[in-house]
C-alpha cells in the first residue's frame, strides 16, 4: 500500500471527477477556492441525505471495521486502513488508499472469495447506476490497484425503488459493474496526466462553456465563466434544449442577432415578444385551453416530502407524500375564494390526517385546478392506492383536474418568465412583484421539506414549531392565491376580448 504522506499534494477522488467534467473547474476548486461559493442549503440537504444512504447500506454488510477520521485527514485514514487489513478484518467501511498523489475512500470494501482479493462497493443514493458512477468506481480501482490491493469485483448498490417500508426488504441493488468500467479505467491515466499538466500551469485552462457546466453536476463558477453571456440571451428562451447549444456554436447568443431563428408559431410569436419586450397573448388559444374547465373551481397544491430511505408505511425510496394542502374554493368566475388549509405536526404518516381533512373538500362539483397537474395527479392516484377506503374519492378528483400550465404556455408569453412557465416565473410576470416568492422564508417547495423535517422533530422549540408552522402555511397558501389570480387574468383576457 501508499505510504502516507502529509504533505503529497492529492488528487481526491472527488476532484479528479471535477475535472472530468471541466478541468476549469478543477483548476479553480484548487487555485481560487474563493470563488466557489458555499453548498446550498438544497445540495447540503443531498449531503446529508448521501450519508445516511451510506450508513444504511453499512448495515447490509454487518460487522465492519469503520475507518473513522476527520475528513481531512488522510494519513490516519491510510493507517487506520492498514491496521484494519493485517488485523484480518473482513469489510472496512472508508477504507482509505493514496498512490502516486491520487486518493480514494471506498464505501464498502469487503473480502473476496479469492485469497487475498478484494470487492469495492460503492454506495449511491440514486436509484440506478448512472454513466458518472463509472468514472467515480473507475478511480476507486485505479486508486487501489496502485496501492498494492488485488480487485476481484466492483460494485454499484444503489437504492431500490420497489422497496417499501415498514419493511425495507432488499432496499438496495448491488450491481455488478467490474466489467462496464473497462473503458473508464483504460483512459483515466491518460486524464489524469492531462488534469495535472493544467493545474502546474499559471492562469486556468481557456475552456468555452458548454452543456458540462451543468451535466452531470451543476458547477459552482457558473457565474465567473457565464459573465460573457448577455441577459437576456439565447439561453433564457425557452424549448430550445440542447439546441441552444447548436447557436452558440454559431457565436449567436443574443436574443435579438437576425441569425437567431428562424421560428414558427408560439416560437414566432415568444421571439418577437422578447425582442420587442411586449407581451403575447393568444386569447383565442385560451378560450380554447379553458375547454373542458367548470366552475365552481377548487384550486388545490400538495407540499410533500420525500424520503431516500422511506419512513411511512407502503412508501417507497423518493416517494413524494403529502403533508400539506392548500385549497382554495372559487364558486364563479373571478369570485371570492373560500380557503381551506391542512398541515401535518408529527412525525406519524401524515396520509390519514390529510385525507380526512381533503375529503371534506373535494365537493362533486366542478373542476379541479393544479398548475403543473401531473403532480397532484400521481400524487392522488397514489393515495388512492395506499388508502383504497378513498379511492374512488380520490380517482374521481384526478378526472377532475385542470391546469392553467399550458394554457400560459401555448398562448401567452411575457419576457420576464425568460425560459420557464413555472408558476414562480409566471406569477410574478403576470400580476406583479407582490406575486413573487421573494421574501418568503419558505420560498420553494424544497425548502418546504427542510422546514417540515425540522417542524416535526421532537426537539424543536414551541417557539421555533411556531414560526415553522407560519412560513409553511405561508408558502402553500401563496401557491393556490397566485393560482386563482392567474385563472382570474385568463378569465379577464377572454372577457376583455368578448367585450370589445
Ligand atoms: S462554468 Fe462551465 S466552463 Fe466554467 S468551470 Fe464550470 S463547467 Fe467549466
Known amino acids: 500500500m501508499g505510504k502516507p504522506n502529509s504533505k503529497m499534494s492529492l488528487l481526491s477522488k472527488s476532484r479528479i471527477m471535477r475535472g472530468l467534467q471541466c478541468v476549469k473547474s478543477l483548476y479553480l476548486t484548487i487555485h481560487n477556492p474563493d470563488l466557489e461559493p458555499a453548498p446550498s442549503a438544497s445540495q447540503q440537504t443531498l449531503f446529508d441525505q448521501g450519508h445516511e444512504v451510506g450508513t444504511r ?19 490516519g485514514a491510510i493507517k487506520q486502513t ?5 488485523g484480518g478484518a473482513q469489510v472496512v467501511y472508508e477504507a482509505t488508499f493514496v498512490n502516486d498523489g491520487l486518493s480514494a475512500r471506498i464505501d464498502i470494501l469487503t473480502k473476496a472469495p479469492r485469497e487475498g482479493s478484494w470487492n469495492i462497493i460503492e454506495v449511491k443514493s440514486s436509484t440506478s447506476v448512472k454513466p458518472e458512477h463509472l468514472d467515480d468506481v473507475a478511480i476507486q480501482v485505479h486508486v487501489a490497484e496502485a496501492a ?3 480487485i476481484e469485483k466492483a460494485s454499484v448498490m444503489h437504492l431500490n425503488n420497489q422497496s417499501t417500508a415498514p419493511a425495507l426488504k432488499d432496499l438496495f441493488n448491488l450491481q455488478d459493474v467490474t466489467s462496464m468500467i473497462g473503458p473508464n479505467k483504460k483512459d483515466l491515466p491518460k486524464h489524469i496526466s492531462s488534469l495535472r499538466n493544467a493545474l502546474t500551469q499559471g492562469e486556468p485552462p481557456k475552456l468555452e462553456i458548454g452543456p458540462h457546466c451543468h451535466e452531470p453536476y451543476e458547477c459552482p463558477f457558473v457565474k465567473e465563466c457565464w459573465s460573457h453571456v448577455p441577459s437576456p440571451s439565447i439561453f433564457d428562451f425557452p ?3 440542447a439546441k441552444a447549444w447548436d447557436f452558440y456554436a454559431k457565436g449567436i447568443v443574443k436574443l435579438d442577432d437576425p441569425k437567431f431563428g428562424p421560428f414558427t408559431g408560439s416560437k414566432a410569436h415568444r421571439l418577437n415578444a422578447a425582442r420587442t419586450g411586449r407581451r403575447w397573448t393568444d ?4 378560450v380554447e385551453g379553458f375547454d373542458g374547465w367548470k366552475w365552481p373551481l377548487l384550486h388545490l397544491d400538495f407540499e410533500t416530502i420525500a424520503f431516500a430511505i422511506p419512513r411511512y408505511p407502503g412508501t417507497r425510496p423518493y416517494e413524494q407524500v403529502p403533508f400539506q394542502f392548500s385549497a382554495m374554493i372559487q364558486k364563479e368566475k373571478c369570485g371570492p375564494v373560500e380557503h381551506v388549509e391542512f398541515l401535518h405536526d408529527q412525525r406519524t404518516d401524515p396520509r390519514p390526517r390529510l385525507l380526512a381533512a381533503l375529503v371534506k373538500v373535494l365537493s362533486n362539483q366542478g373542476s379541479i385546478v393544479a398548475y403543473n397537474k401531473g403532480f397532484e395527479s400521481s400524487r392522488l392516484k397514489a393515495m388512492a392506492n395506499a388508502f383504497p377506503e378513498h379511492a374512488d374519492t380520490l380517482l374521481a378528483a384526478c ?8 394554457i400560459f404556455r401555448n398562448s401567452v408569453y411575457d419576457p420576464a418568465f425568460k425560459d420557464s412557465f413555472s408558476i414562480k416565473s409566471v406569477a410574478p410576470a403576470i400580476l406583479g412583484p407582490a406575486a413573487s416568492y421573494h421574501g418568503l422564508t419558505v420560498p420553494d417547495g424544497n425548502a418546504a421539506q427542510r422546514a417540515f423535517v425540522e417542524y416535526i422533530d421532537p426537539t424543536v422549540t414551541p417557539a421555533r414549531k411556531s414560526e415553522l408552522q407560519k412560513s409553511m402555511l405561508a408558502y402553500c397558501k401563496k401557491d393556490t392565491e397566485v393560482m386563482v389570480q392567474l385563472v382570474d387574468w385568463l378569465v379577464s383576457q377572454v372577457n376583455t376580448k368578448a367585450a370589445a
Not at 283 to 286: H, L, N, V
Open 283 to 286: 386569447t383565442d388559444g385560451i
Open 239 to 241: 424549448g430550445l434544449g
Open 148 to 150: 498494492g490491493l488485488k
Open 399 to 406: 378526472d377532475r383536474l385542470v391546469d392553467p400550465l399550458p
Open 57 to 75: 447500506a453499512q448495515q447490509e454488510f454487518p460487522g465492519g471495521v469503520l475507518i473513522e477520521v476527520p475528513y481531512y485527514d488522510t494519513d
Open 82 to 86: 492498514e491496521a484494519a487489513i493485517k
